[in-house]
């Protein structure tokens, strides 16, 4: 089992930038996808939003209303994942959560999540 940390979440004007990071530790094996995604307010846990997803190799992909806005980067040495997030708008308030998955095998780890409120 993975275990996954995430910080750096809070309150930003919009227009401002806030970077996310995510530990990973424990049983990690590759290759695999690191990956954020975004709980809306008001939405469940399984109407969470994919932001981002960092694969081993360098492959990353973006969700569309982040696409230009938002950098996954990762350091393998530090098994962190970040997430920058710029030009913030209020709809990408939410709770984000880190998201750890095995390529080869069958199972996924979340974190607890950290609250990004984007507002005046």
């Known amino acids: 089992q993975v275990q996954l940390v995430e910080s750096g979440g809070g309150l930003v004007m919009p227009g401002g930038s806030l970077e996310l990071a995510c530990e990973a530790s424990?049983?990690?094996?590759?290759?695999?996808?690191m990956a954020w995604y975004r709980q809306a307010p008001g939405n469940q846990r399984d109407q969470r939003e994919l932001?981002?997803?960092?694969?081993?190799?360098?492959?990353?992909k973006y969700g569309d209303s982040v696409a230009g806005r938002f950098t996954i980067s990762r350091d393998y040495a530090k098994t962190t994942v970040y997430l920058q997030m710029n030009q913030l708008a209020p709809d990408d308030t939410g709770v984000y959560y880190c998201?750890?998955?095995?390529?080869?095998?069958?199972?996924?780890?979340w974190g607890q999540g950290t609250q990004v409120t984007v507002a005046s």
């Open positions: 424990g049983g990690i094996t590759s290759p695999n996808a």
């Open positions: 998201n750890f998955r095995p390529l080869t095998l069958d199972f996924e780890s």
């Open positions: 932001v981002a997803v960092s694969y081993t190799g360098g492959v990353t």
